[in-house]
């Protein structure tokens, strides 16, 4: 049985500001933190969930992936835009344009993220997280398509696409040039064995289709952490 996506991890020296953020800006609820982090949990319950975990690594250059937000019109942008500067968001330039139509921002700890214009096509089947973007190439939508078994939704000039077959948030990658890697992402995917699968033989099918295994091994938690055909990390847990 194939892994599902358990959650979006983002590694931080603020779980409890950013999961009250992001909590606030979606409008999820926060679950009670731990010595191992603190979650934000979706509406619906095969959705993945948002932990945000211990680090003392400081942010330093652009994330590899970043979240888009939905909007139904100008007014619900403007809304939202609202609600993640009186959490503690802030306006950012990543090299955006006047004229487009997105406004970009980022979080108490500095992670980007976009809050869509109403209207674009592309995320109109999608939910509030319209989708996580991320830098990455052809290779690495393939793997991930082949990993959590979703099928390609877009698929153009290298770039790639995937989406649950129950729908919600796409991911994306926008293909080459990726930017070099810098350290550990501090935005990564957690895994999930499915409830009587063999995590070990679902270990060896994801090397299979171009996974690694890291030389860190294992996590204190008993998760395997492993690296895609991009170099970038995520873990791999029993069964949920």
Request: glycine share 12%.
């Amino acid at each position: 049985m194939t892994s599902q996506l358990f959650a979006i991890c983002f590694n931080t020296t603020r779980p409890s500001d950013l999961a009250r953020f992001w909590s606030g800006v979606l409008g999820w609820t926060s679950a009670d933190g731990s010595d191992d982090g603190v979650a934000v949990l979706p509406p619906d319950p095969t959705g993945f969930r948002i932990r945000f975990l211990p680090s003392q690594e400081p942010k330093t250059g652009q994330n590899r992936a970043h979240f888009d937000l939905t909007s139904t019109s100008p007014e619900d942008q403007r809304r939202t835009v609202a609600r993640a500067l009186e959490f503690g968001g802030a306006h950012i330039d990543v090299g955006q344009l006047p004229e487009e139509g997105h406004v970009v921002l980022a979080d108490p700890d500095g992670n980007e993220f976009c809050v869509i214009e109403a209207g674009n096509k592309f995320l109109a089947d999608t939910g509030f997280i319209g989708a996580l973007a991320c830098d990455g190439t052809q290779e690495v939508g393939y793997f991930w398509s082949g990993a959590l078994q979703w099928p390609l939704v877009w698929d153009q000039n290298q770039e790639t696409a995937i989406q649950s077959p129950d729908g919600g948030t796409k991911i994306t990658w926008g293909g080459p040039p990726v930017a070099p890697k810098r350290g550990t992402n501090r935005l990564y995917f957690e895994l999930a064995v499915p409830t009587g699968a063999d995590r070990e033989a679902e270990i060896d099918r994801l090397v299979s289709l171009g996974a690694t295994r890291t030389d860190a091994g294992g996590t204190d938690d008993g998760q395997t952490l492993m690296l895609d055909p991009d170099g970038n990390e995520f873990s791999v847990r029993g069964p949920r």
